[in-house]
């Protein structure tokens, strides 16, 4: 089984299409969109715009192409919008929203598990933020702090108090359903861990989470896959690492977010990776 792994595309139309004739060209059978799917320039009120409108045209043709397609919103993209999301991806047989649900290609074995909540990140839109563990510090916040409501925008006056009423990543890791084999498990966790290089900001800091490395080494999935952390690959040299026998692959995205994309190829049988960075106009 091969699979094409993107992530953070951030509802640019060219980076889908070029995804979808790398999956076609390359016989691809599963692409997996890893998060922060939705535009996320403009009033972000309107995302669902773009779910009604392109996402389920593009989701019609990989269902029609005979593709797999795994995927779920991130942090960038309004919680308001996870219903008529849902709905989208329910109309197409090879579609799954895979945030904390599980689903298994029975001809193949593997299993494959989301999860789209995130560590509490400086910036003001709040939807999946979470503290890490019950002893996270905050970090220093970058203007107001609000959640999307169908009716505009909440402001959270108290921060701080308002996340410590929130599960935590480390709850919300505990709680996803199982798999039947973890040897065949494949997560899909927005978030990348700490400790790997993998979560490095273009600052220097290191912003993975702890509760989700520990998940992994405790657990031992075949794979995991992350994003979040566009620029991390480039300012770490690292855009996969093992931890224990896990693979964990977060592949970024560019800086030049409109001219460049980046994707993973994976090969599950021969277990091989390769990651590659194509230019918009190649």
């Known amino acids: 089984m091969k699979l094409l792994l993107a992530t953070d595309i951030h509802g640019i139309k060219w980076k889908y299409e070029r995804v979808f004739h790398e999956a076609i060209s390359l016989n691809i059978d599963m692409i997996i969109n890893g998060g922060d799917m939705l535009p996320f320039k403009g009033n972000l009120l309107y995302q669902d715009k773009f779910i009604t409108g392109f996402l389920d045209d593009y989701f019609s043709k990989c269902n029609s192409s005979g593709l797999y397609l795994a995927c779920q919103l991130g942090n960038d993209d309004c919680i308001i919008f996870d219903e008529i999301f849902q709905e989208?991806?329910?109309?197409?047989?090879?579609?799954?929203?895979?945030?904390?649900?599980?689903?298994?290609?029975?001809?193949?074995?593997?299993?494959?598990?989301?999860?789209?909540?995130?560590?509490?990140?400086?910036?003001?839109?709040?939807?999946?933020?979470?503290?890490?563990?019950?002893d996270f510090t905050l970090p220093k916040q970058i203007g107001k702090q609000y959640i999307s409501n169908p009716n505009g925008w909440i402001k959270i006056e108290d921060w701080s108090s308002y996340i410590k009423t929130l599960p935590t990543i480390e709850e919300e890791m505990n709680q996803l359903i199982k798999p039947d084999n973890m040897k065949k498990a494949i997560y899909i966790i927005h978030v990348p861990p700490s400790n790997l290089g993998l979560d490095v900001c273009h600052d220097g800091r290191k912003v993975g989470s702890i509760a989700v490395y520990e998940f992994l080494k405790r657990n031992q999935p075949l794979i995991s896959f992350h994003g979040h952390i566009h620029e991390s690959p480039e300012v770490s040299g690292r855009w996969n690492s093992k931890l224990g026998k896990t693979i964990c692959v977060q592949p970024g995205q560019s800086h030049q977010h409109e001219n460049h994309l980046i994707y993973v190829i994976i090969d599950l049988e021969t277990m091989n990776f390769r990651r590659f960075k194509v230019n918009k106009e190649d």
């Open 88 to 134: 989208i991806c329910d109309k197409y047989s090879h579609v799954f929203n895979v945030a904390q649900k599980r689903f298994q290609i029975k001809d193949h074995g593997y299993e494959f598990i989301g999860m789209n909540w995130v560590t509490d990140l400086p910036f003001g839109l709040k939807d999946r933020a979470r503290m890490d563990n019950r």
